[in-house]
């Protein structure tokens, strides 16, 4: 199974040494800004569940499948260079993200056109652009933002909403272990980005985060003071190792040292 951004999750089956693209039942191709997966067995019925980092809820971006955000790749202006121009719905209309600075940027034949801050003021897609332009962009939605776990079931898989605590943040590094050891995967979760335009802010709210699994597929989150997981970085992986001394908590933080946390030990 792979995850991406602008992109669906994708189940490949191999095939007489072949991967070949497949699908899962009730495995919806739901489009999101996913950067990671972990499949565990989270509801105790003996299959693999998914649970995935997306981006969250917490930010200027939401998506729906009917107001899904939207970004519009092309060379808008016929110079050579690809331009990239996201979308985001304002009420019933969907608006362009860039500021006017930054559009006539790049695209300085804009400029007459919006002379004024106030001129580029409520501007669509289709007011920016003439429809062949619009036509002859490739066009990519996302419609999930949310952080969530797919149980597996007799039917197929299900999607499972996990607490608000793991929405604050973007989601890159997801890790299952039974951290209380009463025999239901937990899950580990860690992010956060910070190379943000101002416009946006940064994605700095995930200080580690534990999710306690109830055995059905449900989840709680752990006061940090608990838990004693403290990430203050960029996490970009989350690994649990057994050792003689019980579990290692390894942590990859971007631009930052590695840290290790000891966990419980199963005597």
């Not at 979308?87 to 209309?93: E, H, L, V």
């Not at 949310?146 to 999607?159: I, K, N």
């Amino acid at each position: 199974i792979a995850v991406g951004e602008w992109m669906p999750m994708m189940y490949f089956s191999n095939r007489g040494g072949n991967l070949v693209r497949d699908s899962l039942p009730n495995l919806p191709e739901t489009a999101g800004w996913w950067n990671t997966i972990e499949v565990a067995d989270f509801n105790n019925d003996g299959r693999p569940d998914l649970a995935v980092g997306n981006h969250g809820s917490n930010s200027r971006f939401q998506a729906s499948q009917t107001q899904p955000v939207t970004m519009y790749v092309n060379d808008f202006d016929q110079n050579g260079t690809i331009e990239q121009i996201v979308t985001q719905y304002n009420g019933d209309k969907a608006y362009p993200m860039v500021l006017r600075h930054d559009l006539i940027m790049q695209l300085p034949h804009l400029k007459k056109k919006y002379l004024e801050w106030g001129d580029y003021k409520n501007q669509e897609m289709t007011d920016v652009f003439p429809p062949e332009a619009l036509a002859r962009s490739k066009k990519y939605e996302v419609t999930e933002l949310e952080t969530v776990v797919y149980l597996s079931g007799p039917g197929g898989y299900t999607r499972a909403s996990l607490p608000i605590e793991a929405q604050f943040s973007v989601t890159y590094a997801l890790e299952a272990m039974d951290v209380n050891r009463d025999g239901n995967m937990d899950l580990l979760v860690g992010g956060n980005l910070n190379d943000t335009k101002p416009e946006v802010g940064r994605y700095d709210a995930n200080y580690g985060l534990v999710l306690l699994g109830d055995g059905n597929g449900g989840f709680s989150a752990m006061k940090a003071a608990e838990s004693g997981l403290y990430l203050n970085g960029q996490t970009r992986g989350i690994k649990v190792i057994e050792t003689q001394a019980g579990p290692k908590i390894i942590v990859a933080n971007n631009n930052d040292a590695m840290q290790i946390f000891t966990g419980k030990s199963k005597k």
